[in-house]
Every structure is written in C-alpha cells, then in structure tokens.
C-alpha cells in the first residue's frame, strides 16, 4: 500500500539550479498539497491543488510553481534555487478538503549550496 | 503571525505516566483541529482528530480535550509508551481554507522506559 511516494528523498543543488521534485498518490484523492518544514517550525503550506487542473497559492508560494495534470501527480518546480529554499518538502493528499485527515508522503531533503 | 502555537518544545515523561501536548490557536474561523506524529526521516501520521462541536474525542491511548471559549486544545496520552517518543504538531482547518492545515512548531515528546 504505497500511499503518497515522493522523490527524490534527498538533493544538493546549487544556486540558480532548477529541479522538479515529485509526488504521486495511489488513493484516488482530489487533494492534494506542498508543505516544506523549516528547522524548529511547523509545516507550511506552499501550493495546494483540489482536483486535477486547478491548483492555488498557499502560505509561502514564492520561488514555487506546480502542475496537477493527473489525479495521481502533483510535481513542484523550484526555477532558480536559493539557499531560503533550503528545507525538507513534504507531499500530501486527502479524499475531501474538510473532516478528512491528509495522509503524508516520507519527504524530500533539500539543500542549497 | 503564529495562528497555532505550540508553546513547549519538548515534554519527557516517565513510561507509564500520562503525556499532556498543548496547543493554542487564535484564530476563531478554525473548527477543525488535528494531532499528527513524526518519526525521524519519515512524514507526519495522522493520530486523532477533533471537531468544534465536541470538547472531546478519544482513540484507545490518545485523547485530544478542546476549549473554544479559552481556544485551546490538548493531547493526553495514557499510558505512555518509549514507542510514543516522537515529534507532535498540532494542526487547524477552518473557514474557507480548502483543507489547508495551519500547523503548530511542534512538541518533542521523549518517554523514557
């Protein structure tokens, strides 16, 4: 029972680099969301998306953009890395965008050089 | 602006002993209030959830107690186990938010044996 799958688990990059990192769900939820975790901090939300083809701004979405072509997928693209990007990002889904718990993936630790 | 805070960093207990994680929140929009547990390396897992209309909610070990009027809530844990030694974030749904959970910075609970 995969669950949400993210990859890659870690990545150095250097700054100006550009990466997709990548998140795919076998639940069949419409939601989908961005966390990245900063040392110390809660999680916060970068880009949510409610179904296929609609996707949204959330907390910290500067320096991100997203896709949500399927149900299953949902990438984030980092276009010009900087060290603030530096964090671990996690990928999440749920069935309905209220009253149902989201169910993570196990994280991306990314580092900026 | 911190909408759910955490105030204790880390909680070490006794194995046995009862676990208390608090949270508070000052935003009145929130109705939906979850408790999620992070191991090292691995994502958050959902453990227990309540709604605005109850001031209580319990699942076997776990028991989260809300207070609307003082917008505060908490986790017991009874009895607690080494295996509960985790990270605890406390996490808000509320208003027109589309499931975006709004986290607390998290509490390291340690239960020695």
């Known amino acids: 029972n995969a669950g949400v799958t993210q990859t890659p688990k870690f990545r150095i990059l250097k700054i100006g680099q550009s990466m997709t990192l990548q998140c795919t769900q076998d639940?069949?939820?419409?939601?989908m969301y961005w966390y990245r975790q900063d040392p110390g901090m809660g999680l916060k939300l970068i880009y949510y998306s409610v179904g296929a083809g609609i996707t949204d701004k959330g907390e910290v979405p500067n320096g991100y953009n997203v896709s949500r072509s399927t149900t299953e997928d949902f990438p984030l693209r980092l276009e010009l890395a900087a060290p603030s990007q530096t964090s671990v990002y996690f990928c999440?889904?749920?069935?309905?965008?209220?009253?149902?718990?989201?169910?993570f993936g196990d994280g991306t630790r990314l580092s900026i050089l | 602006d911190q909408q759910v805070k955490q105030n204790s960093p880390s909680l070490s207990v006794q194995e046995g002993r009862i676990s208390i994680l608090n949270c508070d929140y000052t935003n009145s929009m929130f109705d939906y209030f979850l408790w999620y547990k992070k191991y090292p390396a691995e994502g958050p897992t959902f453990l227990i959830s309540i709604s605005s209309i109850k001031d209580k909610n319990e699942d076997g070990r776990f028991t989260v107690f809300l207070n609307k009027s003082a917008k505060h809530l908490s986790l017991h844990i009874v009895p607690s186990q080494p295996g509960d030694s985790a990270v605890y974030f406390c996490?808000?749904?509320?208003?027109?938010?589309?499931?975006?959970?709004?986290f607390g910075q998290g509490t390291i609970l340690t239960v020695h044996p």
């Open positions: 996490a808000a749904i509320g208003g027109t938010s589309y499931g975006k959970l709004t």
């Open positions: 999440a889904s749920s069935s309905t965008g209220y009253g149902q718990p989201q169910h």
């Open positions: 639940m069949n939820h419409n939601y």
